[in-house]
Nanobody
Framework: QVQLVESGGGLVEVGGSLRLSCAAS????????MGWVRQAPGNERAFVSA????????YYADSLKGRFTSSRDNAKNTVYLQMNRLKAEDTAVYFC???????????????????WGQGTQVTVSS
């Protein structure tokens, strides 16, 4: 069982940066792949990024490569999403998710993740 709590969302201007954090509790965090998924109003959840348990293997939505970076600190049971050069279209609720077993082919599928946080709102104003 993994419990996830996101933080770090807020209001930022276009071109600004934010760093989201996701604090996890539970014994399996260090063995879990972690993902970030976002949902804009009226849209379905969309894959943002994922990071394997060791932290060295990462995946990103093609449109976000170069602007968003995932990292994790297993000693702190925390995963991060650094978001730079934010755009208005990045406005969404950002969810953290955990998967105890994640095939590479399923990294971008929300259904592949077992546990979810409550989400944190990111609003990018133009």
């Amino acid at each position: 069982q993994v419990q996830l709590v996101e933080s770090g969302g807020g209001l930022v201007e276009v071109g600004g940066s934010l760093r989201l954090s996701c604090a996890a509790s539970g014994r399996t965090f260090s063995n879990s792949a972690m993902g970030w998924v976002r949902q804009a109003p009226g849209n379905e959840r969309a894959f943002v990024s994922a990071i394997r348990s060791g932290g060295s293997l990462k995946y990103y939505a093609d449109s976000l490569k170069g602007r968003f970076t995932s990292s994790r600190d297993n000693a702190k049971n925390t995963v991060y999403l650094q978001m730079n050069r934010l755009k208005a279209e990045d406005t969404a609720v950002y969810f953290c998710a955990a998967a105890t077993f994640l095939l590479t082919a399923n990294v971008r599928r929300a259904s592949a993740y077992d546990y979810w946080g409550q989400g944190t709102q990111v609003t990018v104003s133009s």
